[in-house]
């Protein structure tokens, strides 16, 4: 079974930081992109970032460039996302997706 779990998340405030990680396992990790998606209170899914397997190239949402940097290792089969210079509107529940299945989320709280 594919299984992806993120942890990471947690209350900050506006300009904090947090770094998420997502564990994956039940298939070749190193083979394949992974992203980031959040969804905020409310609102429908919304793509962050994404990685690819091979050459390691990376590609970002307007809303979080400059700012957010993602990240992995395949020899961990973990895949990350660094976020600085939080703002309240990165408030959502973050999810790390292989092709078309997501994980367990884990919750970004920005707020003074």
């Given at each position: 079974?594919v299984?992806?779990?993120a942890?990471?998340?947690?209350l900050?405030?506006?300009?904090?930081?947090?770094r998420?990680?997502?564990a994956?396992s039940?298939?070749t990790?190193?083979?394949?992109?992974?992203?980031?998606?959040r969804?905020?209170p409310?609102?429908?899914?919304?793509?962050?970032?994404?990685?690819?397997?091979?050459?390691?190239?990376?590609?970002?949402?307007?809303?979080?460039?400059?700012?957010?940097?993602?990240?992995?290792d395949?020899i961990?089969?973990?895949?990350?996302?660094?976020?600085?210079?939080?703002?309240?509107?990165?408030?959502a529940?973050y999810?790390?997706r292989w092709?078309?299945?997501?994980?367990?989320?884990?919750?970004v709280t920005?707020?003074?």
């Open positions: 079974d299984q992806l779990q942890s990471g998340g947690g900050v405030q506006p300009g904090g930081s947090l998420l990680a997502c994956a039940g298939f990790f190193s083979n394949y992109a992974m992203s980031w998606v969804q905020a409310g609102k429908n899914f919304e793509w962050v970032s994404t990685i690819n397997g091979g050459s390691g190239s990376t590609s970002y949402a307007d809303s979080v460039k400059g700012r957010f940097s993602i990240s992995r395949n961990k089969r973990t895949l990350y996302l660094q976020m600085n210079g939080l703002k309240p509107e990165d408030t529940v999810y790390c092709a078309s299945t997501l994980g367990r989320g884990t919750l920005v707020s003074s």
